[in-house]
């Protein structure tokens, strides 16, 4: 059992680090809650059907879970940080070349870029670990549960912005 003061120290001591990781983690949130929530709407302007939207959406968050797994595997084997910084590149180019593409191309970079997206998620929770052994539990809750909250806070300003610009134009 740790102290109160022992857990602030620990988290002290570790601040910068997990700070970084909240940070890393809150874009990440931000950009697949926008993804979750506005990407039906997308679709139906681009003239999709409410069902087909649906199905991409589910096709998209599908990926997203297979990123969980590949990420994870990826980084026991070539370095947590390493597949958290080509991942996280990597998810912000594919993702814009889904919107800037049509058919089975756009279908690709957005499943593949929310599978880059999603596969830091586990990485990020064992580094927030490792950076406060003793607090492993804490230390990812803070990491990515106010990273989940910052994603949330970030919908309603974004559906204004899409209100005001346009969906294509505010998910550009």
Do not use: C
């Amino acid at each position: 059992s740790h102290t109160v003061h022992e857990m602030i120290e620990n988290l002290r001591q570790n601040s910068r680090e997990l700070f970084l990781l909240w940070i890393i983690s809150s874009f990440r949130a931000m950009v697949y809650v926008i993804l979750g929530s506005f990407l039906p709407m997308l679709m139906i302007a681009r003239g999709s059907s409410f069902a087909v939207s649906a199905y991409f959406l589910s096709a998209t968050l599908f990926a997203g879970m297979v990123g969980l797994f590949i990420g994870g595997h990826l980084s026991d084997i070539y370095g947590r940080r390493r597949i958290m910084a080509i991942t996280m590149l990597a998810s912000s180019p594919l993702l814009y070349a889904f919107l800037h593409t049509n058919g089975i191309l756009s279908t690709v970079f957005i499943m593949v870029g929310t599978s880059a997206l999603s596969s830091t998620i586990p990485v990020n929770i064992i580094l927030a670990q490792r950076a406060t052994p003793k607090l492993a539990g804490m230390a990812s809750s803070l990491v990515m549960g106010v990273s989940f909250m910052m994603g949330a806070l970030v919908a309603p300003p974004f559906g204004a912005l899409a209100d005001s610009i346009g969906i294509e134009t505010a998910m550009n």
